[in-house]
């Protein structure tokens, strides 16, 4: 990407004003939203409303023509419909606007006369060096620069994860899990139309942004799927991105993704074929997603592929061995020491097996054995990441100060999965994921977390 | 299964008075917890607790051996260790105690000498004709009886789906994941080690329990499995069955369940199968199996398998359509009264593309106009069930009235799925999930409630 392009998408994200084309008083309109979206986000730059008539708009001065703004201006937000999008990108041309937000449709998706109007549109863009988002999105935010632009008013909790989604909804739901899950976003885009912006320029951007650590991705459709998933792989060496594609079950998409000739065979095998050949990890569900993304975001990562689990009921750990046997990740047997080290731990009456994964039955409700069980699965060489299980009872404490203790010591990533209510560990989630152990409610999702750190941390190993 | 034995599972699920063998007041204990799990549960019969030493324990009268109890006893809970427990189950034999609950582990689950136990105590319960559940299980509850009987006190919200759980963890999981999705519970049961009541006795007894309406199966191993799912099968001719089993990539477990004696083939060819050889629901996780037990458990069935979705963004009914593709469910295409219906309900400014799905685009956040639309695409004789997409805005209400009036008008299920946090829409999902319209919160689980609808309700005019 070349550095003027790249300088304009920053300038995207990180606007030192906005003006905010067809801006109304009237709440049910766009234009209304989004330039509430950007002063209910708490945007400290100068913010233009512009509108023919109105004087004064949420408590700013309106001005009637995009002429008339007094300063310079970095994003032209255009509120106005798909004719007058047009005009409005040509007069950001002319006065140098250099990115813009374009949320109405009405181009290509809608037919012959759409796609005409989207190609002028374009081609606008392309003459005067516009960055332009869309057409027909929901615009981006960025919780680092408190700028958002969405006709969905927002404020959000900030993070390292920034997502790219295809679709506007599908990005929403994925905003919304992310909160659930007390996971912080970074940055965020709903590409639309994708007239001058390609979602390969968000990743290359994204892929260079200091304040980015872990890149979530949502597919709708594969045209110019397989230069995507390339450029995503380039981009997977140094930073981690994961892939959730809709359509699955059109096996003939993956036949064009994988070039493999046959439309026979699965869905999920094409999709292995396209982890395998370009190294991005690639999961099958928004829940999967933002589970991968969260622990990618707030775990470090494992030096190889040993997983350690420990449990007080044997059956969560199963979801976990799919996982395992699915991806060749081994649950390395204990060593002799590791073994001596667990009955310490656990005092008058160890349980009869002990293995890995490790069933500590009731002995473990107490926090502080659990806690030394957990110290001595992760002082196993073995070992290269644990998750803990732990069931939410009435009578005893989540083992929460001992997880962060044990990661600490050990320096080896612990994830949570507590079998409980989110209600009802809400506490312990903020206390874990603030200090880099992930919290899940789920052996799927936990296995989606422990996949994820695998793939990016301990492929070297494992493959050895 | 015979009458004597049904009724033995009947006084399990409700009995009149109880007997907690090895009750104790040390709070870490199992057999303290199981005492608190009754009393706390609210249990309204007779509790008499056990111990050689004690005179009191929460309040209540302690007897000193099992045979000092004054009353009929209908169940024992037995919180004794392994070897206790086979003299204990010897005496409640001897004392025409027909049901007992067996908590501790230490048997087959640990080597050999575990089994011999194990052989002596299902030869006890088999001479004596008890109903033994486990042992080495969680136990069981049923919150229509407020009786609760595991180590993990609880008291939870009632409702029409009962689940059986080989694994208690999962088990946990699946009712932690149940009270997250505001789903109430009838029954529950972690099956154990399965010595005298299989899982098929349980399917057997729920099959006939009129405060069940549904029942979710969470399965680990295969042995007798193929089985296990014929049995399920007869039962989902009349009431819905859902089974999640894990093991989900050990493709030759279903080998052996649909005998096609060759390994190949993904694990997901092989549940299919399963599905068509026997008719029985198969989901893969607990967020699905919740998410279908919850559509079985509250919506009514549809007549057929054609479905509608109302949305005002695209992307989320992409992961539908993979589940309609998958399945062979259409998405009619919509008659054109219908298509008059709808522009006339949307008033001044109907998108450009009116079909199924149907995006309203913006015009669809007022929730009248929502409504109206809803009941449009209702109308259509092609269409039997209908999603309804609609996402969280700081400025619009949720359209949550007017769907269950839709509902009501048009007597066919309709589901919801709001693009929102769970928080956001608590309120919302008690009004629509009391009124039955379930309601959720990502593509996926949505995805799998239409198609257990469909499974279970629109069968024959898919097939046809």
Redesign the interface.
Known sequence: MDKEKLQAMHRLFNPRSVVVVGATDS??R?GY?LL?SVL?GGFKGQVYPVHPRLTTLQGLKVYPTLEEVPGPVDVAVVAVNQFATVDTIAQCGRLGIKAAICVA??YR???DD?LRLEERLVSLARDYGIALVGPNT?GLFNTGADFYST????RLPKGRVSFV?????????LM??A??EGLGINKWVGVGNRSTLEISDYLAYLAQDNETDVIGI?L?GTEQARDLVQAAARIAKSKPVVIYK?????ANDYVALTHTGTAAG?Y??YRDILMDQFGVLMVD???ELVAACKALSISTLPAGGGLGVV?H????S??L??VA??QGISLPALQPATINSIKDAMGQNPP??LKNPLDT??VG??AGIYGRVVNAMLDDPGIDLLVA?Y?????WRFPSAELLAAQQRSGKPVLAYY??????CREERQLLQSAGVPLY????EAAAAVSALIHYGGREKHAG
Request: overall charge negative; charged content about 15%.
């Open positions: 709440p049910g766009v939203n509430e209910y449709g009405g998706e809608t037919g759409g929901l006709f969905y008013p927002l989604s295809q679709s506007g909804g599908i990005g929403l739901t919304h899990k909160a659930d949502f709708e809709a359509g699955r079950f059109a699965s999920r095998m569900s928004v829940a449990t009921t044997a059956g969560p199963i979801a061995l799919d046997a699915r009869v097996v039955v009731g409700f107490e299980i069931c939410l009872h009435k009578n079998v409980s209510t989110w209600e009802a409610t789920s052996p799927e």
